[in-house]
T-cell receptor, first 110, second 112 residues
Framework: SQELEQSPQSLIVQEGKNLTINCTSS?????LYWYKQKYGEGLIFLMM?????EEKSHEKITAKLDEKKQQSSLHITASQPSHAGIYLC??????????FGTGTRLKVLA | DSGVTQTPKHLITATGQRVTLRCSPR?????VYWYQQSLDQGLQFLIH???????AKGNILERFSAQQFPDLHSELNLSSLELGDSALYFC???????????FGQGTRLTVV
């Protein structure tokens, strides 16, 4: 079955610093989704990537899907305390399952 | 607001009891997904329904069952509850394959 692995598991950065979160799939991705979750709350959809090499940006967050469609990265530029939370990558497996990675906990120090 | 509504928000119950969690998907969404999130297990996929039919099962215990009704709302039934069932339960909905899913705020279940 398909699995998504995220790295790092946790990250603490100083406000204003850039950071990158990675998501690696055990199988080819046909759609990769990034979500953000504040502790104890629901997941908020950030971006969807479908084509190899595709890159999307929203405010200071940029996500990219590699050409082989097995890895995605999420980059935050000039981080702010409001970026803190858990970032999860999600994907549809070939059997109608919508699975998620293990998550990356981000803390931004003011 | 994602448009997905889950009730109740909090639930405290005793071991051995049965509870029902309810999910109303976004208007027009045919797919409903259920997840369990605990501190040590991350977000675990339980089950997927599409337009009233079960599409996929994940790590769902036999004590748990779900259904999607003709009006597309869904219920997750948890029975013979154990302490280890304490977790956040989320539902999400989407238009169907290849589209993003939107999540409800979750139901926090505490089994005492």
């Amino acid at each position: 079955s398909q699995e998504l692995e995220q790295s790092p598991q946790s990250l603490i950065v100083q406000e204003g610093k850039n950071l990158t979160i990675n998501c690696t799939s055990s199988k080819t991705l046909y759609g990769l989704y990034w979500y953000k979750q504040k502790y104890g709350e629901g997941l908020i959809f950030l971006m969807m990537l479908q084509k190899g090499g595709e890159e999307k940006s929203h405010e200071k967050i940029t996500a990219k899907l590699d050409e082989k469609k097995q890895q995605s990265s999420l980059h935050i530029t000039a981080s702010q305390p409001s970026h803190a939370g858990i970032y999860l990558c999600g994907a549809e497996s070939g059997t109608y399952k919508y699975i998620f990675g293990t998550g990356t906990r981000l803390k931004v120090l003011a | 607001d994602s448009g997905v509504t889950q009730t109740p928000k909090h639930l405290i119950t005793a071991t051995g009891q049965r509870v029902t969690l309810r999910c109303s998907p976004r208007s027009g969404d045919l797919s409903v997904y259920w997840y369990q999130q605990s501190l040590d297990q991350g977000l675990q996929f339980l089950i997927h329904y599409y337009n009233g039919e079960e599409r996929a099962k994940g790590n769902i215990l036999e004590r748990f069952s779900a259904q999607q009704f003709p009006d597309l709302h869904s219920e997750l039934n948890l029975s013979s509850l154990e302490l280890g069932d304490s977790a956040l339960y989320f539902c999400a909905s989407s238009r169907g394959g290849g589209t993003e899913a939107f999540f409800g705020q979750g139901t926090r279940l505490t089994v005492v």
